[in-house]
């Protein structure tokens, strides 16, 4: 029986899934995996391991050249185009180059998922203008990208993937701009998200960070394929799932 | 502080989760807004401009050939091609009387001497002498319908008889090629309209294009976060709409004014039948409707070009 997610009840599989582009070897090759529901899993290896291929996957960018992806109850290869949209507001991304909106402020980038899911403006600004403190970033509301560091844009684009509560959050590089104590704060970000019940997958070649999230779980690419010695990842083993105050502290507590 | 603040927003800001759309003003910013600055309002003038000018060219052909049509429909001419003066008004006598009695003429007048030396005038010059050329005597003949054939004929075999040298043709004949020429303007004016059209579409999807191009950015991170077709195609389809209002509106006045021009025009040049091709108030209408019509294609023609470059992406 597989494990479930304690939010939605659903999972995410991927069952033998290959990728490849055009006629090219595949550069994800029989990749199995369950997510385990509401849990942290830090995706590691090496520069052309398949690492932002996987994540194209997972945040449905691409479709598969083979195998069957299920997200969260719904079979994503035979799933309508038109149907799409859905899953993906269930979804928060982290791109590694950000992918800020240019013309749009640091506030008007943040709210985008909210507005694309039909929140009222009068709802969405509270909101947003909390997040963007939590950021770090309550003075630069209004500066456009261009005029924010990439340590600053990065911590929009964050605020921008976790604002609307996704079930899943896939961040490539996430922290890879900024400074030590920033990236830790953001990590505690995740992590509060991850007690809420929300999936959190987090790309990095940053090892010092996989300690940080002492139950996170590690899957490694190698060449495009999954290292799951212990079959963990294919069938990992259940486990409580715990109570959760609805906290986005950082530090789990309350405040 | 801070902490509370980070628990309750994202709880906060509760999801619809439906489809429902960015609307107002938030959702046209996503496309950087350059008004007047892209080729759109440009173009959209110009072509509404056109075929403001060349709808107006065809109805006026049409209001022109209706009503010559309707003047000459129930007449018909009666010449009498004799070339001694005093048979000639003897047979144009005789066949006025004839004719009076005919059950399908409503009224025959001779063409007075006076009124067929001022039509003579520009080709015999004024106090020519009239028997030095002899002209036939005409009898306008007003009939109580369309003139037809089988009553011309009729006509015929009575005046056979008293006046062997008469002629008797319907007035509308005479004008058939003119008429065959005006249904050719308007095909041409229609044909015109429809090219502006295509023509419009066809600019309006490059410039779709280049904007999808250029918002390729922005396109795909909506799309990521979400974003259906519909939505996306929206914000387009405003933008665009928004840029085809504002050069219709143009287009429409600078259109309206080259007409009017030409309309006073060709009202000096005192023709009759320049005068029957004036435009009606519902062809004024028409004509306000150019723009309207303009801005809906740009906003379809946007929609389709989007929806077509979107259905590229998973």
Known sequence: ?255 | MKRSKARSHIASASLSGGFSVMRGDRASQLVPQARLAGPIPWVIAIMVALTVIAAAGGLALHNLAESARSELAGGATVQIVEALPQERDRQAEASLALLARHPAVASAERVSDAELEELLEPWLGVGADREAVPIPALIDLRLRGPATEAQLDSMRRLLADEAPAARIDAQSAWLRPVFSAISSLQWLAFALVVLLGLTSAAAVWLAARSALGSNRNTIEVVHLLGGTDGQIARIFQRSVGFDAALGGSAGLALGLAAVLLMGRQFAGLGSGMVAGGGLSPINWALLALVPVIGVMIAILTARLTVMGALRRML
């Open chain 1, 1 to 255: 029986m597989q494990p479930m997610n304690p939010r939605t009840g659903e999972t995410i599989t991927f069952d033998n899934v290959g990728l490849r582009y055009g006629t090219d070897r595949e550069v994800l090759s029989d990749v199995s995996f369950t997510l385990y529901p509401g849990s942290f899993y830090f995706l590691t290896g090496a520069s052309g391991a398949g690492k932002t291929s996987l994540l194209k996957l997972l945040y449905l960018a691409q479709r598969p050249s083979r195998g069957v992806i299920s997200m969260f109850g719904t079979d994503v290869i035979t799933l309508p185009r038109s149907r799409l949209p859905a899953l993906r507001r269930r979804l928060g991304v982290v791109f590694q180059d950000f992918r800020l909106v240019p013309h749009l402020s640091a506030f008007d980038n943040i709210a985008l998922p909210l507005r694309v899911s039909g929140v009222r403006e009068a709802d969405l600004a509270r909101p947003v203008a909390d997040m963007l403190a939590w950021v770090g970033l309550g003075s630069r509301a209004d500066a456009r990208p261009a005029t924010l560091s990439g340590g600053e844009q990065q911590r929009v684009a964050i605020a921008r993937a976790v604002i609307g509560r996704p079930d899943m959050l896939v961040a490539d590089e996430p922290t890879g701009n900024v400074d030590p104590e920033m990236a830790l704060k953001l990590l505690r970000l995740f992590e509060a998200l991850n007690r809420l019940g929300t999936t959190v997958v987090v790309a990095t070649h940053d090892v010092h960070l996989l300690r940080k999230v002492p139950d996170s779980l590690i899957m490694r690419l190698d060449k495009g394929r999954l290292s799951d010695p212990t079959g963990a990842l294919r069938y990992p083993p259940r486990r409580p799932t715990g109570e959760h105050d609805g906290s986005l502290a950082p530090d789990g507590g309350t405040s």
